[in-house]
């Protein structure tokens, strides 16, 4: 049996059958729920959030022009809801406080942690306690495999930033894993 891709999908969705969104919902909706989940921290934010980037892909499909994959597109929907949630979480802590002033070359794209999948619970534990910026880089590049490219698409920024950022994160993951001594329980 031939499997459709996301393209077909789309097309069927366009010519009106409308049922076929839910192909790309069970396809993207556990992964998309994943990155949500890390970068806001909270499952029913995540819950919501993914429904209205649904929504919100549903409702934007004829303005897909098929430039990058689908996956690419969704994924910046996604990203950037999380980050418009957390930006409008912050003000509102700000507002609540009422205050004021309150090396690139060590890139591997090759490396799946898809395959050990106790490391890879593990390392979703500490991937969830880095910053939202760091966890949804990580998330990207290592669990869900996209390239850099796709992940500046998704990200709206520069290769250099997005390898900066990578950098930064596994450091930020490796300082974790030292400071709570996890070294043993991920060789």
Do not use: W
Request: charge should be negative.
């Amino acid at each position: 049996m031939k499997e459709i891709n996301d393209v077909e999908i789309i097309e069927s969705i366009k010519k009106g059958n409308i049922n076929d969104f839910n192909l790309l919902i069970d396809a993207y909706k556990n992964k998309a729920y994943s990155m949500l989940k890390r970068m806001l921290k909270n499952e029913s934010d995540a819950e919501e959030i993914l429904q209205d980037c649904f929504l919100k892909a549903y409702y934007s499909l004829d303005k897909f022009q098929y430039k990058s994959k689908f996956s690419t597109y969704f994924y910046r929907i996604v990203y950037n809801s999380a980050i418009t949630k957390l930006s409008g979480k912050k003000r509102l802590i700000e507002q609540a406080m009422d205050s004021v002033d309150d090396h690139y070359d060590l890139i591997d794209e090759s490396y799946s942690f898809e395959n050990n999948k106790e490391l890879s619970e593990k390392l979703n534990e500490i991937i969830e306690k880095l910053p939202p910026k760091y966890s949804a880089v990580l998330n990207l590049f290592y669990l869900e495999q996209l390239s850099i490219k796709e992940i500046c698409e998704i990200m709206a920024t520069t290769e250099s930033n997005i390898k900066v950022l990578l950098y930064r994160s596994r450091n930020a993951l490796k300082e974790i894993i030292i400071k709570n001594n996890l070294q043993e329980e991920l060789i």
